[in-house]
T-cell receptor, first 117, second 112 residues
Framework: DSGVTQTPKHLITATGQRVTLRCSPRSGDLSVYWYQQSLDQGLQFLIQYYNGEERAKGNILERFSAQQFPDLHSELNLSSLELGDSALYFC????????????????FGPGTRLTVL | DQQVKQNSPSLSVQEGRISILNCDYTNSMFDYFLWYKKYPAEGPTFLISISSIKDKNEDGRFTVFLNKSAKHLSLHIVPSQPGDSAVYFCAASENDNNDMRFGAGTRLTVKP
């Protein structure tokens, strides 16, 4: 158990709909990251938040948005869903400034499997 | 753009033998590299890392080698065990930025 929780575990919805994925980081972690893993694809970095502020942006579509709340939990909003958005969405958290040899270690949640029909 | 590449989607080895997983990168600014292991229905878990000031880091059965001139790193598992069967992701980041770029993963199967 990494200490990172994600809800829901599974989500099935229709094209054109909007969904919200939720992530609670490990206690004390200030950074939250979102990743997308499509079938047979690697983890694609979407976006990072640090202490409530957007810190880095990856391959995130304009239809997707995220935010990190004062209690440090984060939500990923996916709108106007398309079939191709079906994927596993992972959230990870990290402590910036940890031990140097594990400085960049990110702890991953179990993921949310999104199926768009 | 795929800055981190794992060109072998799968690898099968016999229990007790060495597993070698390879990873190439294109961004010369990357200075920290990590390997993650992922079991089905679970999130990836950190395995081992190496910074660009080193060319080797060892942790038990796992050793990561970094060849900066070739922009190549590899993960060696010796001896391989059936419990090592998983998908292994290579990841890289630059400076203090925790924005990691992941490869597509290599599925390792260790046969008893």
């Amino acid at each position: 158990d990494s200490g990172v929780t994600q809800t829901p575990k599974h989500l099935i919805t229709a094209t054109g709909q909007r969904v919200t994925l939720r992530c609670s980081p490990r206690s004390g972690d200030l950074s939250v990251y979102w990743y997308q893993q499509s079938l047979d694809q690697g983890l694609q970095f979407l976006i990072q938040y640090y202490n409530g502020e957007e810190r880095a942006k990856g391959n995130i579509l304009e239809r997707f948005s995220a935010q990190q709340f004062p209690d440090l939990h984060s939500e990923l909003n996916l709108s106007s869903l398309e079939l191709g958005d079906s994927a596993l969405y992972f959230c990870a958290s990290s402590v910036v400034g940890g031990r140097p040899e594990r400085y960049n270690e990110q702890f991953f949640g179990p993921g949310t499997r999104l199926t768009v029909l | 753009d795929q800055q981190v590449k794992q060109n072998s989607p799968s690898l099968s080895v016999q229990e007790g033998r060495i597993s070698i997983l390879n990873c190439d990168y294109t961004n010369s600014m990357f200075d920290y590299f990590l390997w993650y292991k992922k079991y089905p229905a679970e999130g990836p878990t950190f395995l081992i890392s190496i910074s660009s000031i080193k060319d080797k880091n060892e942790d038990g059965r796992f050793t990561v080698f970094l060849n900066k001139s070739a922009k190549h790193l590899s993960l060696h598992i010796v001896p391989s065990q059936p419990g090592d069967s998983a998908v292994y992701f290579c990841a890289a980041s630059e400076n203090d930025n925790n924005d990691m770029r992941f490869g597509a993963g290599t599925r390792l199967t260790v046969k008893p």
